[in-house]
């Protein structure tokens, strides 16, 4: 997870969400913010509760597409306030336990009160605790009381917001929302209207957002979340933004990354694009065109619908900035693993750590030769990933893991860990994602 202060870019103040000014907010790694502010300060129990945390977040990406195609129930939240167990759990987000690894430093409501709240591409429901809290969990920052804000207006049950809700009840003409997640966790209270104010000033009226009364799951800090996902819901929907960025510093840096909407990205010499492909059953996430991954310059031998959305919905790659370690689908995973441990036969292999089965123990070695892994898109543009995007230290003592993963899942999941280093533009005009490697 990544936490945010936030830097202004614009002297605009944007008066209404349908603006396009450009800001930027800047990231920050969880790790260094969660270390700072505790004793936990132990490596490898860090990176095995983060690899946990990210396990549940994919199988709840993986529950709300199936929500999506087939309509399977999930698990459903059990409110401490009787008023609000009308509200039904249909709904699984794509955020699980706060396992979305970027938080921002954000302000809500006039007079403005600072936030962090977790970033996430893959949900689209922006919200955060409100008092009063019938259920909450632990944050940061004092929790968020509506009463003291000028600018925080309920909405009603037949706004168009409120009908653009997965999961929506009415309480006395108010609209209520619900965000409920794979493993139970979720969100409930009321929609309204608020205010963001990012830290150098620029402001964001009338943005619709979840004062969430009744709050469970392991966010860790965080005191909501901020939704960059494709739904209508979304910041970037609710901004009209045309794009938006960002770039992630190393897991365990303590240096900022930046996320930002409406800067000008011009293509430099070294930049890939890949295609977004539309998924009906799904807007919610960013599909790319993936059509091959490359080991050592050969091409895995892959089934040729290995990377593309079948007619009911299935399948497909999404990129995500909350899930760590990419996941392929077995057969793709147990190809490039065969490769790749070819091409590293040379180094001594050591057990494999949580989900990981290719890890080395590399004690006592300045540097390594491994096999160049590629992403191929269509049109035959390829991203090389640098190597400490994929072989990664679990501890302390030398040993590295092939940060890859499979799944029986036929969707796979380009995560944060390939991606970082790497400028990730967005293009919601064009229908692009484009990476510019050393772009932070």
């Known amino acids: 997870m990544y936490f945010s202060s936030v830097t202004d870019q614009s002297e605009t103040s944007i008066d209404s969400p349908s603006a396009s000014a450009v800001f930027t907010l800047n990231l ?6 969660v270390v700072r502010n505790s004793s936990y300060d132990d490596y490898k129990l860090r ?11 994919v199988d709840s990406i993986y529950t709300r597409l199936s929500v999506a195609i087939g309509g399977v129930p999930s698990n459903e ?11 039904q759990a249909p709904v699984v987000s794509g955020t699980s336990l706060g396992s979305g690894e970027y938080f921002s430093r954000v302000a809500v409501g006039r007079p403005p009160r600072s936030l962090y709240v977790v970033i996430d ?14 259920e909450c969990y632990s944050q ?7 009463t003291r804000s000028s600018s925080f207006h309920s909405l009603t049950c037949d706004s168009p917001e409120c009908r653009a809700l997965d999961t929506a009840e009415c309480r006395a003409g108010r609209c209520l929302y619900e965000v409920s997640y794979g493993d139970g966790s979720y969100t409930v209270g009321d929609f309204v209207k608020e205010t963001l104010t990012f830290d150098g000033g620029d402001t964001v009226e009338g943005v619709a957002l979840g004062c969430g009364h009744s709050n469970e799951g392991l966010f860790i800090g965080a005191g909501g979340l901020l939704g960059l996902g494709g739904g209508a819901l979304s ?51 960013y599909y790319l065109g993936l059509t091959g991954i490359t080991v050592g310059g050969e091409t895995l031998e892959v089934p040729e619908n290995a990377f593309k959305i079948d ?5 497909g790659v999404i990129i995500d900035s909350g899930t760590a370690v990419t996941r392929l689908e077995s057969v793709v995973y147990e190809s490039l693993r065969h490769e790749f441990r070819k091409g590293a036969s040379h180094l001594s292999a050591a057990e494999g750590v949580a989900i990981f089965d290719t890890c080395y123990d590399l004690r006592g070695q300045s540097s390594v030769a491994v096999p160049a892994v590629e992403l191929e898109f269509a049109g035959g543009k390829k991203l090389q990933l640098p190597a400490k995007n994929f072989m990664i230290p679990v501890d302390l003592e030398g040993t590295f893991c092939f940060a890859f993963a499979g799944t029986t899942s036929p969707l796979s999941i380009i995560g944060n860990v390939q991606q970082q280093g790497t400028r990730v533009r967005f293009d919601l005009i064009n229908s692009l994602v484009t990476f510019e490697p050393n772009k932070c």
């Not at 990354?257 to 799904?282: C, H, I, W, Y």
């Not at 007619?311 to 399948?315: A, C, L, S």
């Open 311 to 315: 007619n009911d919905g299935n399948g």
């Open 28 to 33: 920050h790694p969880r790790d260094s913010l």
């Open 140 to 146: 940061f920052d004092p929790i968020f009381n509506p």
């Open 235 to 285: 910041l970037p929907s609710q901004l009209n933004a045309s794009s938006f960025s960002y770039c992630l510093v190393d897991r365990d840096s303590i240096s900022a990354s930046t996320l930002e909407f409406n800067s000008d990205g011009s293509p430099t010499q070294d930049s890939v694009s890949a295609p977004m492909v539309k998924n009906r059953q799904m807007e919610t996430f």
């Open 77 to 87: 939240p059990q409110p401490s306030d009787p008023s609000l167990s009308a509200i």
């Open 47 to 57: 990176f095995l509760t983060r690899l946990a945390r990210d396990s549940a977040r």
């Open 121 to 134: 591409t893959g949900s689209d429901v922006s919200w955060v605790q409100c008092e009063p809290c019938f």
